[in-house]
């Protein structure tokens, strides 16, 4: 019966991933690690006798682990060609091989000389290099990718040959946007394993992780050379103009999608439409980056703050009150006359019911009586409040800060602090609170503040630079 086949499963073969799926998908997922290295070295396929002695090389290391199973997806008869069978960890290497073999990951070669060779199939090469990266930890890269966009677009190759610039160009792009959200998960990934490790307890875990794993494979590896490199904020506007100039210039855009409609075997409008496509999607995956690395940034300091916390936390409890709560629910309950004597129990619920709800309506009625009534003085109410008041009158606020430099002529000119200062304590605090608005608030405070180089002031026992608080236009 014939079977619709579509998608990756009308070219791979049927059992394709039947050996990374079987009990022994580790040592598989090894041998085709070792087959590709081994194929790196050799201009053109492996011979069939290396590989058999880089393969039982790896069985002799570790064959007792392998599990027992029923996959053989070779011929029976290709066991015998091998000539050394009577050796065990050549035995398995030679099952393993037929298996990886039948399965379409290798292909043989018979050479004219009789030299039998192992080569790759066209279909597996990609899922060698993906296992390749997965194995030997994927190192996020954006420098490479902002100056293969650069040097695509905005160089003499874009004029001549438009249609490859731009496809290499939007590879990179999309290239360069993966790596940000891989970097962003990773993040993430990080800061999720914080809570396991930090409810172990262990100190020396946390430091291990956030010193030693996030900082290898977080900062180290990522983090410290996107913030580092200029490349991104100076190669970004340079593209967003150059894609701009594409897309209006109709002569390049014709040409351009003439060479890549012959290659590709699509209509001319077709080819300008999709280089068309491309271009904006460069540009908006490039526009579209702020809030990408703005998240970046977030989730980096979220996970620094969190992991100081804990480890704070474990070496002083009673830094926050977290911890002073938990400490406390500790030592109540282990301590059975303390737990007794105290007003409120604490208890673990289970399973929650409609019962577990509390209804006000349903309340039962409390009677008290108080015998020992206090007496309430109305005079002494008075007088906390008009204190409060009080209070409130003479706290500094901008406004408040901003009118006392007018009422001292800020309005016509600088005015240096030694002439704002008197022996009053009053007149410090107000000084002390004109500077912190105008550093803090410098949008919204009426005034500037600037320093003079070496100069200085002493007023009492106070020494401090003499500065200047300027009024804004």
């Avoid at 027992?68 to 070779?74: A, R, S, V």
């Avoid at 290499?168 to 962003?184: G, I, M, R």
């Avoid at 540009?283 to 300091?301: F, Q, T, Y």
């Avoid at 430099?405 to 009053?424: F, Q, R, W």
């Amino acid at each position: 019966m014939n079977e619709d086949r579509s998608g990756i499963f009308a070219t791979l073969p049927d059992n394709f991933f039947s050996p990374l799926a079987s009990p022994n998908r580790v040592h598989y997922a090894a041998l085709l690690g070792i087959f590709w290295r081994t194929f790196q070295e050799f201009p053109r396929g492996v011979e069939r006798s290396v590989l058999m002695s880089r393969f039982a090389e790896y069985f002799s290391l570790c064959r007792e682990q392998v599990a027992d199973e029923e996959l053989d997806l070779g011929e029976e008869e290709e066991a015998q060609d091998e000539g050394l069978s009577i050796e065990p960890t050549r035995a398995q290497a030679a099952r393993f091989l037929r298996n990886l073999i039948a399965a379409g990951w290798m292909a043989n070669e018979d050479l004219e000389d009789y030299t039998r060779m192992v080569n790759l199939t066209a279909w597996s090469r990609p899922f060698y290099e993906a296992l390749a990266r997965t194995e030997e930890g994927r190192s996020t890269e954006y420098e490479s990718h902002i100056v293969a966009i650069y040097s695509l677009l905005c160089s003499d190759a874009a004029e001549e040959n438009g249609h490859y610039a731009v496809l290499n160009a939007h590879e990179s792009t999309v290239a360069l946007n993966d790596s940000l959200k891989v970097l962003l998960q990773g993040i993430k990934d990080h800061y999720e394993r914080l809570t396991p490790v930090s409810e172990e307890g262990s100190i020396a875990l946390l430091l291990h992780h956030h010193y030693d794993l996030y900082a290898a494979d977080i900062l180290d590896g990522a983090y410290k050379r996107l913030k580092t490199s200029d490349n991104l904020s100076r190669y970004r506007p340079r593209i967003l103009k150059r894609v701009q100039e594409l897309r209006l210039n109709d002569e390049w855009l014709t040409v351009s999608a003439g060479k890549y409609a012959r290659t590709a075997r699509m209509s001319l409008e077709e080819a300008r439409d999709r280089i068309k496509i491309m271009l904006q999607e460069i540009r908006d995956v490039l526009k579209g980056l702020d809030p990408l690395l703005a998240e970046i940034d977030r989730r980096n300091m979220q996970y620094a703050r969190v992991s100081a916390e804990r480890i704070q936390l474990l070496l002083a409890p009673d830094s926050s009150i977290a911890g002073r709560l938990s400490r406390i629910a500790r030592g109540i309950a282990e301590t059975p006359e303390l737990a007794a004597a105290f007003s409120h129990h604490l208890y673990r619920v289970s399973t929650l019911s409609p019962e577990s709800r509390f209804r006000r309506w349903q309340k039962e009625a409390i009677e008290a009586d108080f015998s020992d009534a206090s007496q309430v003085d109305l005079a002494e109410f008075e007088r906390i409040e008009a204190e409060l008041r009080e209070r409130l009158e003479r706290q500094l606020n901008p406004e408040r800060v901003g009118a006392w430099l007018d009422g001292h002529g800020g309005e016509a000119g600088p005015l240096a602090a030694s002439s704002l200062l008197d022996d009053t304590l009053a007149s410090w605090v107000s000084l002390l609170h004109a500077v912190s608005y105008a550093e803090s608030r410098p949008e919204s405070f009426g005034y500037s503040v600037a320093m003079e180089k070496g100069k200085r002031i002493q007023i009492g026992e106070y020494d401090l630079p003499d500065l200047l608080l300027r009024r804004k236009k």
